[in-house]
């Protein structure tokens, strides 16, 4: 392949990268590439999340930007597949009240009687208060991450797949970047590398931003369900997570354990996890048969907030990162945020998601 420049190299075709890359290009924007280590887009987190679109977080930016992309997602469920099943927050009071925003995010409380009248698989469960939120839902995954894909490149991104970053290189240009399919020079280099971007912002001489990558599971068992149509069921207190899928139910108990390598392995002591939470919990679950597992990483900063900005050491290295399992949800506004700071100078903000926060 020959060596080529670009004025934006994109580095993750996840929903950061795509999203980023989507927003960018829609501007009068410079040349684009999009450089992804795996042969398909999204192949990590990004592909393998519970497809949860969930407003209601505990942090009031995340909340605004995930309920700003929720109304995208609205305007466009047909095509990238977004179904507003609503959501089921279950808790104490002092929880739910923690995350929620009637200001931002229309919500209704909701008796435990009343829930399980809905819902007969909560039927042993016990919780003091649900909040309903009829906006949250489900999202086609895949579609969404192909509308990115389709907009930003039939507005001129160049995507290369099975494309693995080597070696960074800082010119007085921009960076060199050595990948497995040749030389590629870039004014500016977005790190969008998901569970990778903290060894790839250190290689590009930006500073630690103390990201890490946290390990999780995700179950879809036969032999449940919920009724069809059903919200999605998370209950913050408990930490574990329910929805249908596909005439089973998706299930998660939100285990998240400091990841030690990258691989994305099941661990096999999950199963009995799985059993010894939820079977007291949701109505017959003992029955239920494991369909699949898999797992994944959510990569967090230390304050679990995004990471979008300027490097404020390194000229030219712009950060998309750290969405920490709310990649998919914020995706939208996210990859908007970002476009418009690429298209600004060079220079720290000020914002919450801001790199230069850390010291």
Not at 14 to 39: C, K, M, N, W, Y
Not at 77 to 96: A, K, M, Y
Not at 346 to 354: I, K, L
Request: proline share 7%.
């Amino acid at each position: 392949m020959n060596d080529s420049r670009y004025d934006v190299t994109v580095v993750g075709a996840g929903f950061a990268g795509l999203a980023t890359a989507f927003h960018l290009s829609a501007a009068d924007s410079p040349s684009i590439v999009v450089l992804e280590q795996r042969e398909v887009p999204g192949a990590h987190a990004s592909g393998r999340n519970a497809g949860m679109v969930l407003q209601s977080v505990p942090s009031p930016p995340l909340r605004r930007v995930v309920a700003a992309s929720v109304r995208a997602y609205r305007e466009r469920r047909e095509e990238i597949g977004f179904e507003p099943v609503g959501s089921l927050l279950l808790g104490s009071d002092s929880t739910l009240e923690a995350v929620r925003d009637p200001e931002l995010v229309a919500s209704s409380w909701r008796s435990p009687r009343e829930v399980k009248d809905r819902i007969p698989l909560l039927e042993n469960h016990r919780f003091p208060r649900a909040l309903e939120t009829p906006s949250d839902g489900v999202m086609d995954v895949g579609r969404l991450l192909e509308h990115y894909r389709v907009g930003a490149q039939e507005r001129g991104v160049e995507l290369r797949l099975r494309t693995e970053v080597v070696r960074i290189e800082s010119i007085p240009a921009g960076f060199r970047l050595q990948t497995s399919r040749g030389l590629v020079e870039t004014g500016v280099l977005v790190n969008a590398a998901g569970a990778w971007a903290a060894p790839l912002g250190a290689e590009a001489g930006g500073r630690d931003l103390s990201l890490r990558p946290f390990k999780r599971h995700l179950f879809v068992l036969d032999g449940i369900s919920l009724p069809s149509g059903s919200p999605f069921v998370w209950n913050l207190d408990e930490e574990f997570y329910v929805r249908n899928e596909s005439g089973g139910v998706l299930a998660s108990i939100c285990d998240e354990d400091l990841s030690s390598n990258l691989a994305e392995t099941v661990e096999p002591e999950m199963n009995l996890a799985l059993a010894e939470k939820l079977g007291p919990l949701l109505q017959g679950v003992d029955r239920a048969r494991i369909r699949t597992v898999w797992a994944c990483h959510r990569t967090k900063a230390p304050d679990g907030l995004f990471v979008v900005g300027w490097d404020p050491v390194q000229e030219g290295l712009f950060w998309v990162a750290g969405l920490g399992g709310h990649g998919m949800g914020a995706s939208w506004e996210i990859g908007r945020l970002a476009a418009d700071a690429l298209l600004a100078p060079s220079t720290a903000g000020d914002g919450p998601f801001d790199p230069a926060r850390f010291p």
